[in-house]
């Protein structure tokens, strides 16, 4: 693959675009083989790579007559500090200066980094990147014997010599890189400490505060400068070890216009990808969890999205359909959004479809609905899987995986305009913001992110209808859940309550507590334990008390509520 880049380089061979498809092959091939030997496993079969690579190789040298003796594919390598150039002739040759008396000059004044032959409107001519020290005088004495020699400007700064300690070939050497590579464990481990660290800090604010009235007044003023700055430093550490597990969610979108490539070709269609936001930054923990739900969006974009040409240029789109991926980040989220300008979803398909598979068929159809019907396990449009779009299965793993990571999914369709989703996140789970509530005896932790509004309210605003509870808010109706009925909790509520406004659009409804106790940075401890796992649970922290407080998953609690009135 290196002899085939530097061929096109060099102008010797064509980029075509079956030599693009031979090097995507190559490098998938490359990446095998790392697999295998990480994994100490066979090697894989590279011979059908090499074949074709070789066959790009064998193709016919164009010849080129280009100016200055120098060809139009040629670089300057770095390490050059002088550019020489030779034309052969007769009477050059007949006072013994020929080529290899050329190569031998140069050699004796430096390192010879490239000798280039080339064919002239003369003859042909050598081209010489040398790297070295020549004086006025060599240079001017060797014009006389046909040597043209020229400084690279910007080269050549500094002497090269027993006085400089460097010989002439050092130059070559690549710069020291400033880049460490981490194992992400160490990382994982170094981010547990300071976990550690946040609830030593949190046990000891309220150690301090349970003596503040034993102390003087004078004394207890500098504890509380000196807890402020322990706090300070402790926050700062966190975002410290946050901001290097932040790796760019280009890792992600990168890969996908060759993933669409194959897919468009399987399929016929014709599909371009519009990249954005490539270098906004997320933790490398979620980065490798959403490679795959991406994915399966980019791939239902084009097997259900993107019309066939003929069909789009009757409709006065342009023939190439577009898949645009953006990612940007606002505050302590990511958004990351997959849209195409295809057909959009089929409204009363998928509602069709929904009753023949006896799923709750939303009596709205607004785009939340509909994001809920064709998440249900097992939903698909299509009678029969295809290799890429498959069962559905694949969209309930899309909102499985995005509401394991803390995350939420939105999506917007037009018919005939396309469809796009819209995946939030956070920048990382380990240590989050979170709001502290009371229901009966019990504490709960909400994520912060996923609140959009807290309001206060009495018992008698909360209205029975069909079996639902809602509320007067903003003047429209918000389902009501009270988490004391999903969890199970007996006492009896206060009259006074608060309620935490999650989701959007008429998936929004509000999560009663009995009360907001204040808010609190927490350490996320999550429970893979199958045997403890609850859904609508997300995981445990600790306030400082040494009482496992339960963290409310948001999204989860939202699937358990009872569902919206249906048709």
């Keep these: 693959m290196e002899g085939y880049l530097r061929a096109i380089r060099d102008g010797d061979v064509p980029l075509t675009t079956h030599g693009i498809e031979v090097l995507i092959e190559g490098t998938a091939a490359l990446e095998r083989a790392i697999t295998a030997r990480r994994d100490s496993s066979d090697p894989p079969d590279s011979a059908g790579p090499l074949a074709s690579l070789r066959g790009l190789l064998s193709q016919p040298t164009p010849v080129r007559i280009p100016g200055n003796g120098r060809r139009a594919g040629d670089s300057v390598d770095p390490a050059a500090d002088w550019t020489c150039m030779f034309e052969p002739s007769a009477a050059l040759s007949a006072r013994g200066i020929n080529v290899n008396a ?225 990612a940007s980040a606002a505050g302590n989220l990511v958004a990351i959004e997959v849209a195409d300008d295809g057909r959009g979803i089929d409204v009363p398909r998928v509602l069709q479809r929904a009753r023949q598979l006896a799923l709750p068929v939303p009596a709205d159809g607004d785009d939340a609905a509909l994001l809920d019907v064709i998440c249900s396990p097992g939903f698909s449009t299509r009678e029969k899987s295809d290799h890429l779009s498959g069962r559905g299965f694949g969209m309930d793993v899309v909102c499985n995986r995005v509401h394991e990571l803390g995350g939420s999914l939105r999506m917007v369709t037009t018919p005939g305009s396309g469809t796009r989703f819209i995946i939030e996140l956070p920048l990382t789970l380990a240590i989050i913001e979170a709001l502290i509530a009371r229901v009966g005896g019990q504490t709960f932790a909400v994520p912060q992110l996923a609140v959009h509004e807290v309001i206060e309210l009495s018992s008698a605003a909360i209205h029975r209808i069909e079996g639902s509870e809602v509320t007067e808010y903003r003047g429209a109706a918000l389902r009501m859940i009270r988490l004391s009925d999903l969890l199970g909790i007996t006492d009896a509520p206060p009259s006074r309550l608060h309620a935490f406004v999650l989701g959007d659009g008429s998936a929004a409804f509000g999560l009663v507590v009995d009360q907001v106790v204040g808010q609190r940075e927490i350490v996320v401890r999550a429970t893979a334990d199958p045997l403890i796992r609850v859904e609508g649970i997300a995981g445990a922290t600790d306030l400082g008390d040494g009482r496992a407080v339960l963290i409310v998953d948001a999204s989860a609690l939202a699937r358990r509520a009872p569902l919206r009135k249906i048709a």
């Design 102 to 326: 050329v190569r031998e000059r140069l050699s004796s004044a430096g390192v010879i980094l490239r000798a280039t032959p080339s064919v002239t409107e003369h003859g042909v001519s050598f081209h010489f990147l040398l790297a070295g020290e020549l004086d006025d005088a060599t240079v001017a004495a060797w014009r006389d014997d046909g040597i043209v020699c020229t400084r690279i400007p910007g080269r050549a700064l500094l002497p090269i010599g027993p006085e400089s300690g460097e010989s002439p070939g050092a130059r070559a050497l690549a710069p020291p890189s400033h880049y460490v590579r981490v194992d992400l464990a160490r990382l994982d481990e170094l981010m547990h400490m300071i976990g550690d660290l946040v609830m030593l800090r949190a046990r000891l604010t309220d150690t301090l505060a349970s003596l503040q009235r034993h102390a003087p007044s004078q004394g207890w003023r500098a504890i509380q400068e000196q807890m402020t700055a322990i706090e300070r430093q402790v926050r700062a550490l966190r975002e410290g070890v946050m901001r290097v597990r932040l790796v760019p969610v280009g890792e992600i979108l990168g890969r996908m216009p060759f993933a669409v490539r194959d897919m468009a070709r399987d399929t016929g269609r014709r599909v371009t990808v519009e990249l954005a936001g490539e270098d906004t930054q997320m933790d490398k923990f979620l980065v490798e969890r959403m490679m795959d739900p991406v994915l399966q969006l980019v791939r239902n974009a084009v097997s259900h999205g993107i019309e066939p040409a003929d069909e789009r240029v009757a409709a006065g789109k342009p023939a190439d359909g577009t898949i645009r991926l953006r």
